[in-house]
């Protein structure tokens, strides 16, 4: 079945969506599930402190240095660096699967967060060490859950699904796989804790939220793989899911970074099927040498580390100020409302349509635009979707290309 050339499953998802954010709006269920869960998950908080202050009595560098950079290691920048090399190194479906995985839990914690709005340990009097820019970043963020849990549990766990299906398995190499990836979770659990950067209630439910994300990845991930290869309008349902999944998006108690990293990411895995539509035959197919072999010795992936990095942080440059320019005139065309909390100096705090749509006779687009609610929307959020997009797909599209042409 399908509605006007769109596969029936996808109508029926987009529409769904569509009726959870008129629901939602209409019943103000983020205000009321806060209402319920965050005095709970406060006292919980609270009732921990002692618990953080005795675990951080053993407090050395050596420990202070290790949970930080074990933190780093599982961290989202991490990853962001991660997954292109693993593209670049022959390994295109595990490199999918895990940037669609990482955008699907960045959505899930992300919002979990916002809707209870719960805080971090209180500092002081826990001692909270934020040893990098991207910590401190994560300090402004709510709670629960642990996003550095719930990422640990799902990449990790992924990662050692993909190597037990694709490599020798019997008991012993089992038994090994699970041992790391519980010690892995163990570490980057307590040292969250030791770090004062989390309670045992964030950890726990970070835990707990990933393992349930994991067990349901594990059911459709070659439902989705095969979407994205072979799917009927994969890259318009992706842009329409990821225009919906921000009006999805819960407002928090107060503002927080967790929005952007949530735009950032679904841009980036939009940006990154989008190449790999137009370019899965010649570049991400299963078929394609790994990095070790005869066609890609070790000499060659470091020159595809190099011209990649160098491709896609230029394509990132470009998109951005190409997006700076271009949807704020688009806006004013269609008579959008807009602002800029950050990237646009000119549209900070001011409302662009009003000087430029009052008085005017409307053409048809700006009365469909009508329709809508009249509040300013973020441009800001728009350039960054656009920036990481483009981002994505120098990644799957234009860097293959280029290794292509110098024989990479």
């Given at each position: 079945m399908e509605a006007a050339g769109m596969p029936f499953w996808q109508a029926l998802t987009l529409s769904s969506i569509v009726g959870w954010v008129l629901a939602s709006s209409a019943f103000d269920l983020t205000r009321r599930v806060r209402a319920l869960m965050q005095p709970w998950v406060t006292r919980r908080v609270i009732v921990d402190t002692p618990w953080i202050l005795r675990l951080q009595r053993i407090q050395h560098r050596f420990l202070d240095n290790m949970f930080s950079v074990m933190s780093c290691v599982v961290s989202v920048p991490f990853y962001t660096g991660f997954i292109p090399l693993l593209f670049w190194s022959g390994h295109s479906k595990l490199a999918r699967q895990m940037i669609l995985l990482l955008a699907f839990c960045d959505f899930i914690g992300n919002s979990i967060k916002d809707v209870v709005s719960a805080p971090r340990p209180s500092s002081p009097p826990v001692r909270r060490v934020t040893a990098t820019k991207d910590e401190k970043e994560n300090a402004m963020e709510y709670g629960l859950p642990s996003s550095h849990a719930l990422n640990t549990v799902c990449l990790s766990g992924y990662l050692l699904h993909y190597a037990l299906t694709h490599g020798v398995q019997n008991g012993v190499t089992v038994a090994v796989g699970f041992a790391l990836v519980f010690t892995l979770v163990m570490i980057i659990?307590?040292?969250?804790?030791?770090l004062g950067m989390h309670s045992l209630i964030d950890v726990v439910s970070?835990?707990?939220?990933?393992?349930?994300?994991?067990?349901?990845?594990?059911?459709?991930?070659?439902?989705?793989?095969?979407?994205?290869?072979?799917?009927q309008n994969v890259t318009s349902f992706l842009a329409s899911l990821s225009l919906l999944l921000c009006f999805a998006y819960p407002t928090p108690e107060f503002p927080t970074p967790s929005f952007e990293y949530h735009t950032a990411f679904v841009g980036a895995a939009f940006g990154i099927v989008s190449g790999i539509r137009q370019t899965y035959f010649h570049f991400h197919h299963e078929g394609v040498p790994r990095i070790f072999s005869p066609q890609i010795p070790l000499l060659v992936f470091l020159g595809r580390m190099l011209v990649g990095i160098s491709t896609i942080l230029m394509v990132k440059f470009c998109s951005k100020a190409i997006a700076k320019w271009l949807l704020p005139v688009m806006c004013n065309t269609l008579g959008i409302p807009i602002v800029s909390s950050c990237y646009v100096p000119a549209l900070r705090g001011s409302d662009?349509?009003?000087?430029?749509?009052?008085?005017?006779?409307?053409?048809?687009?700006?009365?469909?635009?009508?329709?809508?609610?009249?509040?300013?929307?973020?441009?800001?959020?728009?350039?960054?979707?656009?920036?990481?997009?483009?981002l994505g797909w120098s990644v799957t599209d234009l860097a293959p290309s280029l290794f292509s042409h110098l024989n990479l």
């Amino acid at each position: 079945m399908e509605a006007a050339g769109m596969p029936f499953w996808q109508a029926l998802t987009l529409s769904s969506i569509v009726g959870w954010v008129l629901a939602s709006s209409a019943f103000d269920l983020t205000r009321r599930v806060r209402a319920l869960m965050q005095p709970w998950v406060t006292r919980r908080v609270i009732v921990d402190t002692p618990w953080i202050l005795r675990l951080q009595r053993i407090q050395h560098r050596f420990l202070d240095n290790m949970f930080s950079v074990m933190s780093c290691v599982v961290s989202v920048p991490f990853y962001t660096g991660f997954i292109p090399l693993l593209f670049w190194s022959g390994h295109s479906k595990l490199a999918r699967q895990m940037i669609l995985l990482l955008a699907f839990c960045d959505f899930i914690g992300n919002s979990i967060k916002d809707v209870v709005s719960a805080p971090r340990p209180s500092s002081p009097p826990v001692r909270r060490v934020t040893a990098t820019k991207d910590e401190k970043e994560n300090a402004m963020e709510y709670g629960l859950p642990s996003s550095h849990a719930l990422n640990t549990v799902c990449l990790s766990g992924y990662l050692l699904h993909y190597a037990l299906t694709h490599g020798v398995q019997n008991g012993v190499t089992v038994a090994v796989g699970f041992a790391l990836v519980f010690t892995l979770v163990m570490i980057i659990g307590i040292g969250r804790i030791y770090l004062g950067m989390h309670s045992l209630i964030d950890v726990v439910s970070g835990i707990s939220f990933g393992l349930v994300i994991l067990a349901f990845w594990l059911t459709i991930h070659e439902y989705v793989d095969d979407f994205i290869i072979s799917g009927q309008n994969v890259t318009s349902f992706l842009a329409s899911l990821s225009l919906l999944l921000c009006f999805a998006y819960p407002t928090p108690e107060f503002p927080t970074p967790s929005f952007e990293y949530h735009t950032a990411f679904v841009g980036a895995a939009f940006g990154i099927v989008s190449g790999i539509r137009q370019t899965y035959f010649h570049f991400h197919h299963e078929g394609v040498p790994r990095i070790f072999s005869p066609q890609i010795p070790l000499l060659v992936f470091l020159g595809r580390m190099l011209v990649g990095i160098s491709t896609i942080l230029m394509v990132k440059f470009c998109s951005k100020a190409i997006a700076k320019w271009l949807l704020p005139v688009m806006c004013n065309t269609l008579g959008i409302p807009i602002v800029s909390s950050c990237y646009v100096p000119a549209l900070r705090g001011s409302d662009s349509s009003k000087s430029k749509s009052d008085g005017k006779q409307l053409g048809y687009l700006q009365k469909v635009i009508a329709f809508f609610p009249r509040k300013a929307y973020d441009v800001d959020t728009g350039i960054r979707f656009l920036q990481y997009a483009g981002l994505g797909w120098s990644v799957t599209d234009l860097a293959p290309s280029l290794f292509s042409h110098l024989n990479l």
